[in-house]
């Protein structure tokens, strides 16, 4: 159960933090009016990090839910 909900929340939070990072970066930008690596670093390593999340949160799900079948296949 715990491998289905990760499976499908997982790629949404990493989606939302992606979301919320690049939204980050371009109110950074209106501001500083400049398009430097400064202004917008801090909202790109905060997508990069909730992708991230959200991709090993998956990959953590699905092992759950294969270590999950394979038990209840067993005799």
């Known amino acids: 159960m715990v491998g289905i909900a990760l499976v499908i929340l997982s790629p949404l939070f990493g989606l939302a933090g992606t979301i919320w990072g690049i939204y980050r970066s371009f109110g950074a930008l209106v501001p ?3 398009a430097g690596i400064g202004a917008v670093g801090a909202g790109i390593w905060l997508a990069l990090i909730a992708t991230i999340c ?5 990959i953590v799900g699905v092992i759950l839910i294969l270590f999950g079948t394979r038990k209840s296949n067993l005799p």
């Open 32 to 34: 500083n009016e400049s």
């Open 54 to 58: 959200g991709i090993l949160g998956a």
